[in-house]
T-cell receptor
């Protein structure tokens, strides 16, 4: 089966940086995704990594190491609106995603 | 913008009832998915479809069936609802080709089975 682990909760202060780690053990690998989900809303796509290295998108960056089965999402210059759940997902074939349980980030003033 | 819509935001049904959850996407995506989301468990794939009339079981298909008669519509059916099917149900779609082929999610249906 697929095993995707990420911390349950993280708390940080407005303006700070938070790093959400994700480790995975899957039968195959065809890309890693990060989604953001605000309470009561649909998940929305944040980032995609298929090769090792860092992908930067404004205040958010995502890193992948395939040999270590490891990724992180870096949220910089935290804002109150960044309070949400962040979902790590691995695609192991052509279509299917396997998700971690999600990390709830709370941003405090 | 891709739009994925689901027929209901909230639904309350009784044990044993047949339940239909409808999902429609307007971007001509080939792939469509049904997930359930439960606290502490994350999103789990129930069924997916990569073409009209095609379906494949996901990780937790027991107690569910699906129908895809048209490309834009993917229905999830609970033949005889049970209390352990109380959950948030999310539909998603994705294109066949593209770099990331990310999935786009609908707003979800919160189903309560009494």
């Amino acid at each position: 089966g697929q095993n995707i682990d990420q911390p349950t909760e993280m708390t940080a202060t407005e303006g700070a940086i938070v790093q959400i780690n994700c480790t995975y053990q899957t039968s195959g690998f065809n890309g890693l995704f990060w989604y953001q989900q605000h309470a009561g809303e649909a998940p929305t796509f944040l980032s995609y990594n298929v090769l090792d290295g860092l992908e930067e998108k404004g205040r958010f960056s995502s890193f992948l190491s395939r040999s270590k089965g490891y990724s992180y999402l870096l949220l910089m210059e935290l804002q109150m609106k960044d309070s949400a759940s962040y979902l790590c997902a691995v695609r192991d074939g052509d279509y299917k995603l396997s998700f971690g349980a999600g990390t709830t980030v709370t941003v405090r003033a | 913008d891709v739009k994925v819509t689901q027929s209901s935001r909230y639904l309350v049904k009784r044990t044993g009832e047949k339940v239909f959850l409808e999902c429609v996407q307007d971007m001509d995506h080939e792939n469509m998915f049904w997930y359930r989301q439960d606290p502490g468990l994350g999103l789990r794939l129930i069924y997916f479809s990569y073409d009209v009339k095609m379906k494949e079981k996901g990780d937790i298909p027991e107690g569910y069936s699906v129908s895809r008669e048209k490309k834009e519509r993917f229905s999830l059916i609970l033949e005889s609802a049970s209390t352990n099917q109380t959950s948030m149900y999310l539909c998603a779609s994705s294109p066949l080709a593209g770099e990331a082929n990310e999935q786009f999610f609908g707003p979800g249906t919160r189903l309560t089975v009494l």
